[in-house]
């Protein structure tokens, strides 16, 4: 069992490890999730959100090195998706969780965005192929990439910053439909879950 697991260790190239640094932010920012819940430390929501731009710094990079090394590989690109849903996805609704987004609304809402985060990834790991040109590259992306989620942690940052943080005290309050309470900021997860989804937005990719 050992030597397997060492020998899986020898099949990662260069990138897969610039993806599993990508996957240790993501991690790590739900952890300092949970440590804000427990502890109530606002610099630990903010190192937290910290992780979000650096695992997206990561991101671009496991693919540049990819192409310098001219190595591309289905683990790659699997191991790129696993890491991206954890760093983009989950990471981003537990952040907005901890922020104060715990109406059940809000909860329906952040799972609407990593579900539609699992779906953009899913169907762009199905398509790439059809959507390669002859140089055998995507050319563009269906629905917005996952890693612009980083721009929701920044509003999220922003409302740490200012002290704008918990069930009462988000920006725009919130609002009671039927049983559940409804913060309108989770509206924002929805509108970037629909976008990555959308297959009429092309977007080019670099």
Same mark, same amino acid.
């Given at each position: 069992? *050992? %030597?397997?697991?060492?020998?899986?260790?020898?099949?990662? %190239?260069?990138?897969?490890?610039?993806?599993?640094?990508? $996957?240790?932010?993501?991690?790590? /920012?739900?952890?300092?999730?949970?440590?804000?819940?427990?502890?109530?430390?606002?610099?630990? @929501?903010?190192? #937290?959100?910290? @992780?979000?731009?650096?695992?997206?710094?990561?991101?671009?990079?496991? #693919?540049?090195? /990819?192409?310098?090394?001219?190595?591309?590989?289905?683990?790659?690109? +699997?191991?790129?998706?696993? /890491?991206?849903?954890?760093?983009?996805?989950?990471?981003?609704? /537990? =952040?907005g969780y901890?922020?104060? @987004? %715990?109406? #059940?609304?809000?909860?329906?809402?952040?799972?609407?965005?990593?579900?539609?985060?699992?779906?953009? @990834?899913?169907r762009y790991?199905?398509?790439?192929?059809?959507?390669?040109?002859? +140089?055998?590259?995507? *050319?563009?992306?269906?629905?917005?990439?996952?890693?612009?989620s980083v721009?929701?942690?920044?509003?999220?940052?922003?409302? $740490?910053? %200012?002290?704008?943080?918990?069930?009462?005290?988000?920006?725009?309050?919130?609002?009671?439909?039927?049983?559940?309470?409804?913060?309108?900021?989770?509206?924002?997860? $929805? =509108?970037?879950?629909?976008?990555?989804?959308?297959?009429?937005?092309?977007?080019? *990719?670099?």
């Open positions: 069992m *050992k %030597q397997r697991h060492f020998s899986m260790l020898r099949d990662f %190239q260069l990138a897969d490890w610039f993806t599993l640094a990508n $996957a240790f932010c993501g991690t790590g /920012a739900v952890f300092a999730a949970m440590r804000f819940l427990l502890e109530g430390k606002v610099a630990d @929501l903010l190192w #937290g959100m910290a @992780l979000i731009p650096a695992a997206f710094v990561f991101d671009a990079l496991d #693919g540049r090195v /990819a192409r310098w090394r001219k190595v591309a590989s289905t683990l790659g690109r +699997e191991l790129d998706s696993l /890491a991206d849903v954890i760093s983009f996805g989950v990471a981003p609704a /537990a =952040l901890a922020c104060g @987004l %715990q109406g #059940g609304w809000d909860w329906v809402l952040l799972s609407y965005f990593v579900g539609c985060g699992v779906s953009r @990834l899913a790991n199905v398509t790439a192929e059809s959507l390669s040109g002859d +140089e055998g590259k995507v *050319k563009y992306f269906e629905g917005t990439p996952i890693p612009t721009l929701i942690v920044g509003v999220l940052a922003l409302a $740490a910053l %200012q002290g704008r943080l918990g069930v009462t005290d988000l920006w725009w309050g919130a609002v009671r439909i039927g049983p559940w309470l409804l913060h309108p900021l989770a509206l924002v997860y $929805a =509108l970037s879950g629909s976008l990555m989804i959308s297959k009429t937005l092309h977007i080019p *990719k670099p």
